[in-house]
């Protein structure tokens, strides 16, 4: 059995926070796929019985829950190449973004697929007041730690994967209204350590359709 083992759905940005983490970090490990609506394992009801969601870590046979956490561990835990700033301001600044990120996006970008109409342009809107607040964060920087990419990119980053569904449902493009936040994302890409995680936007799209069927909303 593997020390490093990771719970896993494809479809999830907070998975693939995760495994973006431990591929900068070149760490091997064994994932286990769940299947979210056909029964969840006994492994993951057992090692994250708050929530039983997905991702979950295993070390050691030790869990951790909560993709920010999780990273933070393997940030801390393997410390080459570090994924946060050396100085203790630059660290604070990197965990408010990761806890704004995580307080406001993939809901935002939820909120457009779960609407329609009126309520629909509110949440396009809501969205991308949120883009602009992330962009004025990034400012003119490669990334958002700087030249170097890091723990904030990771976390935001991998939600970029569900934009092409939040675009679609909403009918907008969020190159036209954050230019630099699209290059950055554009810049993240290249990487491979992400580009053989983030999924076909494509097969996203039809994820989230099969959620809207799922949840009763035409």
């Given at each position: 059995?593997?020390?490093?083992?990771?719970?896993?759905?494809?479809?999830?940005?907070?998975?693939?926070r995760?495994?973006?983490?431990?591929?900068?970090?070149?760490?091997?490990?064994?994932?286990?796929?769940?299947?979210?609506?056909?029964?969840?394992s006994?492994?993951?009801?057992?090692?994250?019985?708050?929530?039983?969601k997905?991702?979950?870590?295993?070390?050691?046979?030790?869990?951790?829950?909560?993709?920010?956490?999780?990273?933070?561990?393997?940030?801390?835990?393997?410390?080459?190449?570090?994924?946060?700033?050396?100085?203790?301001?630059?660290?604070?600044?990197?965990?408010?973004?990761?806890?704004?990120?995580?307080?406001?996006?993939?809901?935002?970008?939820?909120?457009?697929?779960?609407?329609?109409?009126?309520?629909?342009?509110?949440?396009?809107?809501?969205?991308?007041?949120?883009l602009?607040?992330?962009?004025?964060?990034?400012?003119?920087?490669?990334?958002?730690?700087?030249?170097?990419?890091?723990?904030?990119?990771?976390?935001?980053?991998?939600?970029?994967?569900?934009?092409?569904?939040?675009?679609?449902?909403?009918?907008?493009?969020?190159?036209d209204?954050?230019?630099?936040?699209?290059?950055?994302?554009?810049?993240?890409?290249?990487?491979?350590?992400?580009?053989?995680?983030?999924?076909?936007?494509?097969?996203?799209?039809?994820?989230?359709?099969?959620?809207?069927?799922?949840?009763?909303?035409?």
């Open positions: 059995m593997s020390d490093v083992i990771l719970l896993d759905c494809w479809a999830s940005p907070f998975c693939m995760v495994k973006i983490a431990l591929e900068e970090k070149g760490i091997k490990y064994e994932n286990r796929a769940e299947n979210l609506f056909g029964g969840k006994e492994l993951l009801l057992t090692s994250n019985p708050i929530y039983a997905v991702p979950v870590l295993l070390h050691n046979g030790k869990p951790l829950c909560e993709s920010s956490i999780i990273v933070g561990y393997i940030d801390e835990t393997w410390a080459s190449p570090p994924l946060l700033p050396s100085c203790p301001y630059g660290r604070a600044q990197a965990k408010f973004w990761v806890d704004f990120i995580d307080k406001k996006l993939f809901d935002a970008g939820g909120n457009i697929w779960k609407t329609k109409g009126e309520a629909q342009a509110v949440a396009v809107k809501d969205f991308i007041e949120i602009k607040q992330l962009e004025g964060g990034l400012g003119d920087k490669d990334y958002f730690g700087g030249d170097s990419f890091g723990f904030v990119d990771i976390i935001a980053i991998a939600i970029t994967s569900w934009f092409n569904a939040f675009e679609r449902f909403g009918n907008f493009k969020v190159e209204h954050t230019p630099k936040f699209s290059a950055w994302i554009k810049r993240c890409l290249q990487r491979e350590t992400i580009a053989k995680i983030i999924p076909d936007p494509e097969k996203v799209y039809e994820f989230v359709l099969l959620l809207k069927k799922m949840n009763g909303i035409e």
